[in-house]
């Protein structure tokens, strides 16, 4: 079984990695009390509960094969967040007795996952986080490093993903963060609402 630290905000939490987080500040989502919520269904699968100022979009299909979705929120509620129902596919290493997956696992082109905490119907939601310095997200035709507004320098992509095998699903959550900081702890904005409230409530409707 990996073992992990303790996160000390949630006591569930275990964190395998020590790489710098550099987790950035804009657009508050979430806000110090919980909002009001209302629930949403995942391609008949799944239902989440979401911020009930939240307009939900399926991606179409045109653009990509699995069940998409990604949220819309007026000001001066904005939102990343991004929702995919992969298939159980992937070639992760698992602990024969626990059952949790061996960490860092990653998923695709999402930020490795690093840490886990458990969920409702002994699941376990598995989560990560990778930043980019955007001065550095150069083209052919700019110059490196480019002129970037001080407030949104850095980007921070958090992902979450519930590996649920008996379904041959996997639900994947992310959402990004910009910000001038590199000095945070813990979950702010959208990956705060991600992990207090929209990944824990998922629910399997079969």
Known sequence: MPYGSRDARHPDVRVFS?????????????????PKLKSVELDNKYTIQVPEY???HRI???ITRVPAYYFQAARPHFTTIHVELLPYDFVVSADAITGLLELPAAIGNSPPLTGYFQLQQNRYAYFGWSV??????CTMNS????????GSRYMAEYAFAVFDKPDHSVVEF???QMGPSKKVTGFQGDGKLLRDVI???LTSIH
């Open 18 to 34: 020590r790489v710098p987080i550099l987790i950035l500040a804009v657009c508050q989502v979430a806000a110090t009390q919980t």
């Open 199 to 201: 990944v824990p409530s």
């Open 60 to 62: 179409s299909k045109s």
């Open 143 to 150: 110059p490196c490093p480019h002129s970037t507004p001080f």
């Open 54 to 56: 939240f307009t939900m």
């Open 132 to 137: 980019i310095d955007r001065r550095y997200e």
């Open 174 to 176: 992310t959402a990004m």
